[in-house]
């Protein structure tokens, strides 16, 4: 891809770069699924081609993977890695103690599992993402197939007891058929409209027999990157209690922005 990039993509893409300030040479780096992790991935692949930057890459899909490879990334397992330096990643929304709702792009499984086994978890997202609560955006849950109507029914039962707008949960698609994860499962996404007990719900999900995992991020995420179209990025460290802000410039090179991931 070439030419003037929409504000949007600026703002993810200035995030993405920012956040390889947290990447050093010989680290082990989880790698996020979706269009802001793909510009992270693309930032990171030029340093290894470019700077001799060292790094080994294990991405949370396969997408990511794919992507990862072309541009020069080595890729590694989780198992063989066994435990990461830094994870970057993108998000649906995030809050003030930045906790997530992730799984847009149905990767929160892989995601979930490669952040907490990270050192820090690093969220890339332009400032769309943020919120005051979490809940507007359809909160993703990754269902076995088997008896996935039964999971389903059991999950908006149990949304009765809970702090929250609305109850009602989808099927994902993929065009006439049910969207698969890299896992081979479906997702509910739940439409919930405000999460008040994001750390309730969390566990409670993962009690409802065939929920395998669901896409709230609660003390996982210790810092996010938040990107602004006109190059401004922001530096928000929950732990470290920071804050830090700058402006990046707009390098477009064909290498960094060829066949955008979407
Ligand atoms: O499953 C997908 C991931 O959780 C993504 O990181 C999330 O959906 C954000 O994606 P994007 O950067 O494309 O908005």
């Known amino acids: 891809m070439t030419g003037e990039l929409s504000p949007i993509d600026k703002a993810k893409f200035v995030a993405a770069k920012k956040a390889t300030d947290f990447v050093e040479d010989g680290m082990r780096v989880g790698l996020g699924t979706g269009s802001t992790a793909a510009w992270l991935v693309r930032c990171l692949g030029e340093m290894v081609r470019e ?3 060292r790094i080994k890459g294990v991405p949370t899909s396969t997408r990511t993977a794919e992507l990862a490879r072309e541009v020069g990334i080595e890729v590694i397992s989780l198992d063989a890695a066994k435990w990461l330096d830094v994870t970057i990643d993108g998000a649906d929304e995030f809050d003030g103690e ?6 847009g792009g149905g990767a929160l499984l892989q995601e979930k599992i490669v952040a907490t086994a990270s050192d820090q978890m690093v969220v890339i997202a332009d400032i769309g993402k943020e919120v005051e609560t979490l809940g507007a955006f359809p909160l993703p849950v990754e269902v076995v197939p088997f008896g996935w109507q039964t999971s389903q029914a059991l999950i908006e039962e149990t949304l009765v007891g809970m702090d929250v707008l609305g109850r009602s949960s989808t099927l994902r698609m993929n065009g006439d058929a049910p969207f ?5 499962n479906h997702i509910l996404d739940l439409h919930l409209g405000r999460i008040g007990n994001p750390r309730q719900l969390a566990m409670v999900l993962n009690q409802i027999p065939g929920v395998v995992e669901n896409g709230l991020f609660i003390d996982i995420c210790d810092a996010v990157v938040i990107g602004y179209g006109d190059g401004r990025v922001e530096v928000r460290d929950i732990n470290a209690g920071t ?3 700058a402006t990046l410039d707009f390098v477009e090179t064909d290498n960094l922005f ?3 991931a979407d």
């Open 243 to 245: 804050v830090e802000e």
């Open 51 to 53: 700077d001799g930057l």
């Open 180 to 184: 698969i994860t890299d896992e081979g």
């Open 98 to 103: 930045l906790n997530l709702i992730k799984g």
């Open 258 to 260: 060829t066949d955008l």
